[in-house]
C-alpha cells in the first residue's frame, strides 16, 4: 500500500466519523472562522503556531475547490514521484490532522511537501523567517463558489446544502469552511510582489500544463528534464486524475476531482447573482494585481 493511498484511507476513516454526527456539528468555529470538525481542531491550530518550517520546504497556498489537491499531486510528481520516491505518510494540509503529525514532520527529509487553506496572518511565523517559497493558487470566484457547492453535497466531512441559492449567500458572506473566498484574496493581494510568493491561476494550469510545470518547477528550483516535464503533464492532467480516483477503492479520493471545468458556473448563477458577484469583485479586487491575474472579464462575464 502507497502513503498517498494510507493518506487517502486516514481521510476516508475522517469521513466515516462525519457520517455518525448530525449536520450541525461538521463544522466549528475558530477565531471566526469555520473549519470541518473532523479534520481540524483547536488544538492542532495551537501547535501549528509553532511549527518549524525550513528554507526548502514546497509550500502551496490556496482557497478550497482552486485546485489544491491537483496541483499537490503534481507537486508531489515534482518531487518525490520523478525522483522514485513516496511522499511520507502524512497528511501534507498543515491544519488537518492530530497536533502530533508536527513532531512527525519534523524526522521527513527535505524539501517537504507541504500545503494549506488557511489565511496570510495565520500562517506560521517561521514561514516568514525561514523566507519559505510559497506557491498561491487562485480561481476565478464563480467557478470556486460552485465547485465548492458540490462539495459539500458529496463530502460527508461538510453539511450538505439544501439549495445552491442558500450556499451562494453563504458563500458571500464567509459563511463556508476556511472563510470568505474575497477575505482571502484581499489579503494576499498585499503581499503578491513579497519576495519568495509565485501566483498561478487554475485556468493557465488548464490552458497548458506543461508551461505551468515548468514555471512551477524554476520557482521552486526543481530541476526538471523536458522529457520529466512532459511525463508529469501526462500523468497529470486533471481528465488523468480524475480517471485514477474513479479506480481507487477509496471513496474520499472520488469526491475531491468532480468537474475541474472553467465556465461552469453558467449553469448556476442568476442574473441578480452575477450582479452581487460582479459588484464584489469591482469592491475587493477590480484594479488590483491579483485581481488581474484572475482574468474577470475573461472568465465571469458571460
Same mark, same amino acid.
Given at each position: 500500500? &502507497?502513503?498517498?493511498?494510507?493518506?487517502?484511507?486516514?481521510?476516508?476513516?475522517?469521513?466515516?466519523?462525519?457520517?455518525?454526527?448530525?449536520?450541525?456539528?461538521?463544522?466549528?468555529?475558530?477565531?471566526?472562522?469555520?473549519?470541518?470538525?473532523?479534520? !481540524?481542531?483547536?488544538? &492542532?491550530?495551537?501547535?501549528?503556531?509553532?511549527?518549524?518550517?525550513?528554507?526548502?520546504?514546497?509550500?502551496?497556498?490556496?482557497?478550497?475547490?482552486?485546485?489544491?489537491?491537483?496541483?499537490?499531486?503534481?507537486?508531489?510528481?515534482?518531487?518525490?514521484?520523478?525522483?522514485?520516491?513516496?511522499?511520507?505518510?502524512?497528511?501534507?494540509?498543515?491544519?488537518?490532522?492530530?497536533?502530533?503529525?508536527?513532531?512527525?514532520? #519534523?524526522?521527513?527529509?527535505?524539501?517537504?511537501?507541504?500545503?494549506?487553506?488557511?489565511?496570510?496572518?495565520?500562517?506560521?511565523?517561521?514561514?516568514?523567517?525561514?523566507?519559505? #517559497?510559497?506557491?498561491?493558487?487562485?480561481?476565478?470566484?464563480?467557478? *470556486?463558489?460552485?465547485?465548492?457547492?458540490? /462539495?459539500?453535497?458529496?463530502?460527508?466531512?461538510?453539511?450538505?446544502?439544501?439549495?445552491?441559492?442558500?450556499?451562494?449567500?453563504?458563500?458571500?458572506?464567509?459563511?463556508?469552511?476556511?472563510?470568505?473566498?474575497?477575505?482571502?484574496?484581499?489579503?494576499?493581494?498585499?503581499?503578491?510582489?513579497?519576495?519568495?510568493?509565485?501566483?498561478? *491561476?487554475?485556468?493557465?494550469?488548464?490552458?497548458?500544463?506543461?508551461?505551468?510545470?515548468?514555471?512551477?518547477?524554476?520557482? /521552486?528550483?526543481?530541476?526538471?528534464?523536458?522529457?520529466?516535464?512532459?511525463?508529469?503533464?501526462?500523468?497529470? &492532467?486533471? #481528465?488523468?486524475?480524475?480517471?485514477?480516483? *474513479?479506480?481507487?477503492?477509496?471513496?474520499?479520493?472520488?469526491?475531491? /476531482?468532480?468537474?475541474?471545468?472553467?465556465?461552469?458556473?453558467?449553469?448556476?448563477?442568476?442574473?441578480?447573482?452575477?450582479?452581487?458577484?460582479?459588484?464584489? /469583485?469591482?469592491? !475587493?479586487?477590480?484594479?488590483?494585481?491579483?485581481?488581474?491575474?484572475?482574468?474577470?472579464?475573461?472568465? !465571469?462575464?458571460?
Amino acid at each position: 500500500m &502507497t502513503n498517498r493511498v494510507k493518506i487517502m484511507q486516514e481521510m476516508q476513516e475522517a469521513a466515516s466519523a462525519a457520517e455518525a454526527m448530525s449536520p450541525d456539528k461538521l463544522l466549528f468555529p475558530y477565531k471566526g472562522v469555520l473549519y470541518p470538525r473532523v479534520l !481540524c481542531s483547536a488544538e &492542532t491550530f495551537e501547535a501549528l503556531g509553532s511549527f518549524e518550517s525550513r528554507e526548502d520546504d514546497v509550500m502551496l497556498v490556496s482557497y478550497p475547490k482552486c485546485g489544491s489537491n491537483w496541483t499537490l499531486q503534481l507537486l508531489q510528481d515534482m518531487v518525490y514521484s520523478i525522483h522514485d520516491k513516496e511522499p511520507p505518510a502524512i497528511i501534507p494540509k498543515l491544519e488537518f490532522g492530530s497536533p502530533d503529525k508536527f513532531e512527525k514532520l #519534523k524526522q521527513e527529509s527535505s524539501p517537504r511537501v507541504l500545503a494549506t487553506h488557511l489565511f496570510y496572518d495565520d500562517l506560521p511565523k517561521s514561514f516568514f523567517d525561514k523566507k519559505v #517559497k510559497m506557491l498561491l493558487l487562485i480561481r476565478n470566484p464563480k467557478d *470556486t463558489a460552485v465547485s465548492l457547492f458540490h /462539495f459539500y453535497n458529496n463530502n460527508p466531512v461538510l453539511p450538505p446544502c439544501s439549495s445552491w441559492d442558500t450556499f451562494f449567500q453563504d458563500f458571500m458572506s464567509g459563511k463556508v469552511c476556511f472563510g470568505s473566498y474575497f477575505d482571502q484574496a484581499v489579503a494576499w493581494n498585499k503581499h503578491i510582489d513579497d519576495e519568495g510568493v509565485m501566483i498561478i *491561476t487554475f485556468e493557465e494550469m488548464k490552458k497548458d500544463l506543461d508551461a505551468a510545470i515548468k514555471k512551477i518547477s524554476e520557482f /521552486f528550483g526543481i530541476s526538471l528534464t523536458e522529457e520529466q516535464i512532459q511525463l508529469i503533464a501526462k500523468m497529470g &492532467t486533471f #481528465k488523468s486524475m480524475k480517471e485514477k480516483s *474513479t479506480k481507487s477503492d477509496v471513496e474520499c479520493l472520488q469526491v475531491i /476531482f468532480r468537474k475541474g471545468e472553467v465556465g461552469d458556473w453558467k449553469n448556476y448563477f442568476t442574473e441578480a447573482q452575477n450582479q452581487e458577484m460582479d459588484a464584489r /469583485f469591482e469592491e !475587493c479586487l477590480a484594479g488590483t494585481k491579483l485581481g488581474e491575474m484572475i482574468n474577470y472579464n475573461v472568465h !465571469c462575464k458571460s
